[in-house]
Nanobody, 120 residues
Framework: VQLQASGGGSVQAGGSLRLSCAAS????????MGWYRQAAGKQRELVAS???????DYADSVKGRFTISRDNAKNTVSLQMNSLKPEDTAVYYC???????????????WGQGTQVTVSS
C-alpha cells in the first residue's frame, strides 16, 4: 500500500490550498483518514481526521477554516484549507488506517509529506 499526497505549495496569508492524498495497492477497507502537520522544530500534530462513517475531528486552531472530506470509491482524502495563516506553515502528512485483507488487522500508513508555506 502506498499513499501519495499532493497539493502543497506557497501562498500568502488569507489564501487557500487544497491537499489530496490517494491510497493505492491491495486494500480491503479504510477506516480513519487524517491529516497531520509538523512545523520546524515542533512535534507532529493532528490537523483533521475523518472516520469511515464521515464523522470529523479538527484541531482547534483550524476549526472553521479547514474542511476534510473523503471519497471512498477513490480511496482519497482531501483537505480544503482557507484563510491560511503563517502559523499553518508546515509539512503536511496524510495518514490512513487500512485493512489489506478482510482477515488482516488495521495498519497505519503515512504519506510522504507535502510542504505548505504561508507568507505574511
Amino acid at each position: 500500500v502506498q499513499l501519495q499526497a499532493s497539493g502543497g505549495g506557497s501562498v500568502q496569508a488569507g489564501g487557500s490550498l487544497r491537499l489530496s492524498c490517494a491510497a493505492s495497492g491491495s486494500i480491503f477497507s479504510i477506516n480513519a483518514m487524517g491529516w497531520y502537520r509538523q512545523a520546524a522544530g515542533k512535534q507532529r500534530e493532528l490537523v483533521a481526521s475523518i472516520g469511515s462513517s464521515g464523522s470529523t475531528d479538527y484541531a482547534d486552531s483550524v476549526k472553521g477554516r479547514f474542511t476534510i472530506s473523503r471519497d471512498n470509491a477513490k480511496n482519497t482524502v482531501s483537505l480544503q484549507m482557507n484563510s491560511l495563516k503563517p502559523e499553518d506553515t508546515a509539512v503536511y502528512y496524510c495518514r490512513f488506517e487500512i485493512k489489506r485483507r478482510f482477515y488482516n488487522p488495521l495498519s497505519t500508513y503515512w504519506g510522504q509529506g507535502t510542504q505548505v508555506t504561508v507568507s505574511s
